[in-house]
């Protein structure tokens, strides 16, 4: 080759550039670091070390106390035969309460027909009532000497999830885990290590909140189960679509059905959508000494990033949800979850399972393998709302 000379001092554009040392930074910049809080407070609470591929719990609840009418009845007469949705849930001696009305009865019979009941007990007159009213049980009173009343109890309820086989591989080839790289990892399967252990929690997560619940036998020795998430279970607390997000739906449509039974305080996971909507609410109202946002909740003590919204309905605990925001329509969605009533549950729990390929590759390959369910507790203690556009 010939010689090619250079006139003058050198400088960096006069220079062959295949000489210069690129000026790579240690670091390797990631997109979204974690994004799996749901999975992190879980695994912080303590998680069910199952024993089965199908996870059963049994739920319990209190003696129903509420009814409704079934049909109207008018002002006339001393006794009533009651036409009521539910008549097995009462029993001779129940005092009841027309809710519409305000009358209080004394329940003298009880048959698949409806119930017998004499009317207008204490300060309270015969009144006329349209169909569906309430009818709410208040208590029991009984003669003395009287023998037992009837003995009524409320069944348990068995639930179910599947533990589901979640698997996430990568991989170098041989001549790669030879290459010297840039970076802060010693190696590319290092790297890869770090990068889908991160996936493969996020896996978990979107399972957790929107798996489906399926065991599917179609292959004889070869059954597959998807775990059913929060949105599988929650049924009677769902409000949407919501629309604008004001207040006052938030904490009258919302927050007071989800808050009826379970704690008092509760997990809001949500789009940045419904989280600017709530802020934006909640400063507006910032004057009122029942509302407040307050930064650095208890909860961030387990290593997710909270707000906490106080009201009169409970305490809410806010995590953002970002992704989400990429999907028109999770982008106006939040899962509002008691805590105290859901676990994860490990089957196998996750595990780094090393140099999975085959023996003559002249490459690595590792996967991180987890068999994991969610138990979701009586799914009244929790919400889900969707649909909010601003």
């Known amino acids: 080759m010939p010689v090619t000379l250079v006139s003058g001092d050198l400088a960096t554009d006069i220079i062959n550039q295949s000489q210069r040392v690129i000026d790579m930074q240690d670091s390797i910049a990631e997109l979204e670091p974690n994004n799996a809080p749901f999975v992190t407070l879980l695994r912080r609470l303590g998680k069910y070390q199952a024993k089965s591929p199908k996870v059963e719990w049994l739920e319990d609840e209190s003696m129903p106390r509420f009814d409704t009418l079934s049909a109207t009845i008018t002002s006339a007469g001393t006794t009533v035969s009651l036409p009521v949705t539910n008549a097995a849930w009462f029993r001779v001696g129940d005092g009841i309460r027309i809710t519409e009305t305000n009358e209080f009865m004394e329940v003298t019979g009880v048959s698949a027909a409806g119930i017998g009941c004499n009317r207008a007990v204490g300060n309270t007159s015969a009144a006329s009532a349209t169909s569906a009213a309430g009818v709410y049980i208040v208590n029991n009173a009984n003669a003395e000497g009287a023998s037992l ?3 009524k109890t409320v069944r348990l309820v ?3 999830n599947f533990a589901q ?3 996430t591989p990568f991989g170098v080839t041989g001549t790669e885990m030879a290459s010297q ?9 290092v790297r890869l ?4 252990g991160l996936e493969h929690e996020r896996q978990i997560e979107a399972t957790f909140f929107y798996g489906a619940r399926k065991e599917d036998t179609t292959t004889a020795g070869a059954p597959k189960r998807w775990a059913g998430g929060a949105i599988e279970f929650i049924q009677t607390n769902t409000y949407g679509p919501a629309g604008t997000l004001t207040r006052a739906n938030f904490e009258n449509l919302f927050l007071r059905k989800s808050f009826r039974f379970g704690s008092d305080r509760k997990v809001l996971f949500a789009s940045p959508l419904v989280m600017q909507a709530i802020d934006g609410f909640a400063w507006n109202g910032g004057t009122s000494s029942t509302m407040r946002v ?3 909740a208890p909860a961030s003590e387990y290593g997710v990033a909270v707000k906490t919204y106080v009201c009169s309905q409970g305490i809410v605990d806010i995590v953002m949800k970002r992704h989400w925001n990429d999907n028109l329509n999770l982008g106006g969605t939040a899962f509002l979850l008691d805590l105290d009533a859901i676990k994860m549950a490990t089957l ?10 085959a023996n003559d590759a002249d490459k690595i390959e590792d996967e991180y393998l987890s068999e994991v369910s969610l138990i979701f507790e ?3 203690r929790h919400g889900y709302m969707f649909g909010v556009t601003g």
């Open 149 to 151: 009343r009837t003995i």
């Open 158 to 160: 068995n639930q179910s």
């Open 165 to 167: 086989i979640i698997r």
């Open 181 to 189: 790289l840039y970076g802060q990892y010693s190696n590319d399967r």
């Open 193 to 196: 290590q770090h990068k889908y």
């Open 294 to 296: 307050i930064e650095n």
């Open 348 to 357: 196998r729990d996750t595990k780094l399972l090393l140099e999975r390929q």
């Open 378 to 380: 009586h799914e009244r």
